[in-house]
């Protein structure tokens, strides 16, 4: 059974701060990594990671993949309030129906 | 805007009533999903489709059925509603038509379903 673990599953922060969120999984056969973002309404894509050490990049969000390992790591540089939401990491694990495995989220609250 | 559409968007219920969900796509895309999100365990696959009359049963299948008899709609059904059926709806699809990878999913706005 294909499994995906976050961490923290919460944390708080203060404006300007810097924080990591963490992602790990174990799957049959990994396709792609993906990050959302979900605020009050439906969850926004954030990134989709495929291969090793190469880092995705979008405004003050970076997200890189370490496919040995099994993890990934979202970072979120200079924190503002409108960064707290909950950050989902999802495991695309292959075969032809694109089925995604998602992890419970960390719930992220960045405080003025 | 994927060009998904959910309806309805909010409803309360009593225990033992069917109930069905609407999603409905403008964009001719194969694949659909539905999921439900509970507190503490994030989004979780409740029925999937890769085509007219094609479809399958995720992690969380038992007590929905769905159906899907033309592209654009995907209906999820609860036959009869419990209360540990209560919880948020979202559905899906992956971008596969327009030439994409289809990794990526597209989320609806959400059901927020109540059974008392």
């Known amino acids: 059974e294909d499994k995906v673990v976050q961490s923290p599953l919460s944390l708080v922060v203060h404006e300007g701060d810097t924080v990591t969120l963490n992602c790990s999984y174990e799957?049959?056969?990994?396709?792609?990594l993906l990050w959302y973002k979900q605020e009050k309404k439906a969850p926004t894509f954030l990134f989709m990671l495929?291969?090793?050490?190469i880092e995705k990049k979008s405004g003050r969000l970076s997200s890189i993949l370490d496919k040995k390992e099994l993890f990934s790591i979202l970072n979120i540089t200079a924190t503002q309030t409108g960064d707290s939401a909950i950050y989902l990491c999802?495991?695309?694990?292959?075969?032809?129906?694109?089925?995604?495995?998602f992890g419970k989220g960390t719930l992220l609250t960045v405080n003025p | 805007d994927a060009g998904i559409t959910q309806s309805p968007r909010h409803k309360v219920t009593e225990t033992g009533t069917p109930v069905t969900l609407r999603c409905h796509q403008t964009?001719?895309?194969?694949?659909m999903y539905w999921y439900r999100q509970d507190p503490g365990h994030g989004l979780r696959l409740i029925h999937y489709?890769?085509?007219?009359?094609?479809?399958d049963k995720g992690e969380v299948s038992d007590g929905y059925s769905v159906s899907r008899s033309k592209t654009e709609d995907f209906l999820l059904t609860l036959e009869s509603a419990t209360s540990s059926q209560t919880s948020v709806y979202f559905c899906?699809?992956?971008?596969?038509?327009?030439?994409?990878?289809?990794?990526?999913?597209?989320f609806g706005p959400g059901t927020r379903l109540t059974v008392l």
């Open positions: 495929t291969s090793s050490g």
């Open positions: 899906a699809i992956s971008k596969t038509s327009s030439g994409g990878r289809g990794d990526e999913q597209f």
């Open positions: 999802a495991v695309n694990s292959g075969g032809s129906n694109y089925k995604l495995t």
């Open positions: 489709s890769y085509g007219v009359k094609d479809t």
């Open positions: 964009e001719n895309h194969r694949y």
């Open positions: 799957v049959t056969n990994f396709r792609s």
